[in-house]
């Protein structure tokens, strides 16, 4: 750095202030060195050290030098910087995070805009509005600040195709097609990621159970801050996968700071990139990482409903009614009584309190859907019906549904006695 920068820059600047002087202080812009890929170097004490040679470098002596160094936000290089700003003046070093830098997400809107616009230009036949700004917006989220994922016109040409506007599904699915080399090279990064973590097993439980809690909300009308407090926080993902505290968690996910939120001032982990969960789930991209969510959602499954151990039995006997209720008509339930899965109705047949049987089915509203207390409670996820009704996979929350098709069989009974 001293040999080949430092000292011939020294040397260029005496005749450049001479220039200055005698041009009547000519202003001289400074070089600006870009580094991509800091995180790619072999070796973690190498990529400090160059952080803290550049430093050093520029703290001994004002070169007229601007450095821009794009990497991955890996633990020990966050450290690096943090450490170097500490020894400058607050506007001598700054951070930048694509991740959430608005600007980022105004230039991706703004090529998506463009593109469509000159797609519209060449075809009269699409609507004035096309494709509106819900698809933009939709885009906009799935590039995760990632222009890698904007820059290939086949997406949107796609998109015009269909005209059903699958949006990403469709784009994705034609950008793999057409842009192999790009895919190929941002597998190898998720997988250079993903190969080089601490604890990788425990870590992709983890980044499993995170991926299933994220489908299960998407089916809920509910925003996901409802649910974050209960389920997103490093606590509770660590009771559900028997990690213990928190802090284990954390530690699990302490080489994965470039896809997912780990620092502690982060409540709640939050998966950065939407693309590495399609990383994840795809066998022919992640290969040995692949990893298999039905496991994970059985766990999970398993957590929700015994979460409050003091009303296990009573969720398990609600649970029965409603799947008997839900059934096809049958010699059992043939002539059920309409709304005989709703809470007033389950809470009466089964000699529950009302208040009791309502506060259950709201706190699984993750896993059931219900509205008053005389409307039907319907279950969300076709999956943890399959779950509770498979002994090998749900063990002693297995379902027999006999006890509770018997209970509705009687009560449905009485009613057509008391209306003869």
């Known amino acids: 750095m001293n040999a080949l920068i430092v000292e011939p820059i020294k040397r260029v600047e005496r005749i450049m202030r001479f220039l200055a002087a005698i041009t009547f202080g000519l202003k001289l812009y400074p070089t600006l060195i870009v580094i991509d890929g800091l995180d790619e170097v072999e070796g973690k004490d190498i990529q400090a050290d160059l952080i803290k040679i550049i430093g050093n470098a520029m703290k001994d002596v004002r070169l007229p030098l601007r450095f821009l160094i794009a990497s991955r936000p890996e633990p020990h290089i966050v450290d690096a910087i943090n450490k170097l700003r500490s020894q400058f003046p607050e506007d001598r070093v700054s951070i930048m995070d694509l991740r959430e830098d608005t600007l980022v997400h105004r230039d991706i809107r703004r090529y998506f805009t463009v593109k469509f616009e000159e797609i519209q230009a060449n075809d009269t036949y699409l609507p004035q ?123 699990c996910l302490m080489d994965m700071h470039s896809v997912v939120s780990v620092a502690d001032e982060d409540p709640y982990l939050q998966i950065y990139h939407k693309s590495f969960p399609d990383f994840l789930l795809d066998p022919s991209r992640s290969n040995e990482f692949a990893i298999n969510v039905e496991d994970l959602r059985d766990t999970l499954f398993s957590y929700l409903v015994t979460s409050s151990f003091e009303h296990r039995d009573t969720t398990l006997r609600i649970l029965g009614q409603v799947i008997v209720a839900g059934l096809p008509p049958d010699l059992n339930t043939s002539s059920s009584p309409p709304n005989s899965s709703s809470p007033q109705w389950i809470a009466g047949i089964l000699c529950l309190d009302s208040r009791v049987v309502m506060k259950i089915v709201t706190e699984l509203h993750l896993l059931l859907e219900v509205g008053k207390a005389d409307e039907d409670i319907r279950i969300r996820h076709e999956s943890f019906v399959e779950f509770l009704l498979d002994r090998t996979r749900s063990q002693d929350l297995f379902l027999d549904l006999d006890g509770a098709r018997i209970v509705l069989r009687d009560v449905a009974a009485i009613v057509r006695w008391i209306y003869k």
């Not at 997988?191 to 489908?215: K, T, W």
Request: glycine share 6%; hydrophobic share 35%.
């Open 129 to 251: 509005d096309w494709p509106g700004e819900d698809v933009v917006d939709q885009l906009v989220d799935k590039a995760s600040g990632q222009f890698i994922y904007a820059c290939h016109t086949s997406c949107l040409h796609t998109i015009h195709r269909r005209r059903d506007l699958q949006l990403y599904e469709v784009c994705w699915r034609n950008h793999l097609a057409t842009n192999p080399t790009r895919i190929s090279t941002n597998c190898e990064l998720y997988s250079h990621i993903v190969r080089n973590a601490n604890r990788r097993a425990d870590m992709l439980r983890i980044m499993g159970l995170l991926i299933v809690i994220n489908q299960l909300i998407a089916t809920v009308k509910a925003p996901s801050g409802v649910f974050a407090r209960r389920l997103y926080s490093p606590r509770t993902l660590g009771d559900i996968l028997g990690l213990g505290r928190g802090s284990d968690v954390r530690r």
